[in-house]
């Protein structure tokens, strides 16, 4: 390699090059037998690709992803491979430290020359439409996973129900056709909910699929119904279902709260909240922008309020707010792919009306608020804990037929 290209190539994939040509030098190595056995144990390797680093403090997706590669780093030599890199380098090195290297797409082929990986799992379905191709050509036999994050398409389809702009129209009718050639293509797909399972198999109804939600570590819940106050909407408004449910919420809903409950706030927390946000700050409404710990904000609201209208997968803002303890009321698309029970672990409401009086009803009980914070928690525990999702994963890698989440 020449010097000039050496100077080209970035420390990540330098770095990955150096453990591989270690790691390959050691078991040529005369009288090691028991670490050989030790590193052939763990030589099967997984490849994960998406879009960006992950940020698990800024998004679900990003939160989802990062716990996933925990999971894989714990079984598999894991390398991520990200299309952009972010400027903030405690995202990447927040891998590292979990064993996990990390490379530029560009350089994705020579990695795949480095090293003859078992499985490749590529989220979103832009990027796997793109790759598909060459990496079926570089590693022929890779079994590919295409992890959807969530169906872009019947996503999409739902906002233009709700806004009636032939643009969504046009970019749901091109993500319908990405996504079934993806699903066609790929040898396992990786769906957030059952619901996204049937949108996206609807052509192809024998290829395996696994069901891999959002995941959500248990917190302790410290503060008591009479310790809290105010509710809670968290979401990155890069995401449109987010920005139109904080609009439908602030509009619609909370001044028919405020009838009943004059005082209550509503606490609006994630990063790019578009500039009309500003015009609904006032004594009702907090817009906080990105907060790096929620966790406080978690421990002493009341009630977390998901009003989404359209969307698709499974709403990590609500199992979040689960795994802390704080009940919620959503509309039956927040609760999507949760096998939620109306008045057991959530409350259900699609009209104003309905959302504001269980609103009012979850501020305002303390044994109905004990009762759904309870039920919550453990309907998080039992499906959405990185324990309950790991078998699926696993499953999904080593056999594609993985037990069922429910």
């Not at 100077?7 to 670490?35: H, M, T, W, Y």
């Not at 706030?265 to 790019?272: A, E, F, P, T, Y």
Request: proline share 6%; hydrophobic share 40%; with cysteine.
């Amino acid at each position: 390699m020449t010097a000039w290209l050496k100077d080209k190539i970035p420390f990540s994939v330098k770095l990955f090059l150096k453990r591989q040509r270690a790691r390959f030098s050691f078991e040529k190595a005369p009288g090691n037998q028991k670490q050989f056995n030790t590193l052939r144990k763990q030589d099967a390797s997984v490849i994960v690709f998406d879009e960006v680093l992950p940020t698990p403090d800024r998004d679900a997706g990003s939160a989802r992803m990062f716990l996933i590669l925990q999971i894989l780093a714990r079984q598999y030599h894991t390398v991520f491979v990200y299309r952009t890199k972010l400027s903030d380098p405690r995202y990447e090195q927040s891998l590292w430290q979990e064993g996990i290297e990390t490379v530029n797409l560009i350089y994705y082929a020579n990695v795949l020359k480095q090293q003859n990986f078992k499985t490749a799992i590529i989220s979103r379905p832009d990027l796997t439409h793109t790759l598909l191709p060459s990496l079926r050509k570089l590693a022929p036999s890779t079994k590919i996973i295409f992890d959807s994050v969530d169906a872009h398409y019947r996503r999409l389809e739902r906002e233009y129900e709700v806004s009636g702009e032939a643009a969504v129209k046009r970019k749901a009718d091109y993500y319908r056709k990405i996504e079934l050639e993806v699903v066609r293509d790929c040898d396992i797909i990786w769906c957030t909910s059952t619901e996204d399972e049937m949108s996206l198999t609807t052509e192809i109804s024998d290829k395996p699929v696994a069901i891999i939600p959002t995941i959500h570590p248990l917190h302790d819940r410290v503060k008591t119904f009479a310790e809290r106050q105010n509710l809670l909407f968290i979401g990155n408004f890069n995401h449109t279902p987010n920005r139109d449910a904080v609009e439908f919420f602030v509009e619609k809903i909370l001044p028919l709260i405020h009838k009943t409950l004059p005082k209550v706030r509503l606490d609006v927390i994630g990063s790019n909240a578009p500039d009309h946000f500003q015009a609904y700050a006032s004594e009702g409404v907090n817009i906080h922008g990105y907060v790096p710990d929620i966790e406080p904000l978690f421990q002493s609201s009341r009630v977390f309020v998901a009003p989404l209208r359209f969307g698709a997968g499974v709403k990590g803002k609500i199992g979040d707010a689960l795994s802390y303890g704080v009940p919620v009321v959503t509309t039956s698309v927040g609760a999507e792919g949760m096998q939620f029970e109306h008045d057991k672990e959530v409350l259900l409401a699609n009209t104003p009306e309905d959302f504001a009086n269980y609103v009012i009803q979850a501020y305002t009980n303390p044994e109905l608020w004990q009762r759904l914070s309870d039920a919550g928690y453990e309907h998080i525990a039992k499906h959405f804990s990185p324990e309950a999702v790991e078998r699926t994963i696993l499953g999904s890698l080593e056999c594609g037929a993985p037990a069922p989440l429910w």
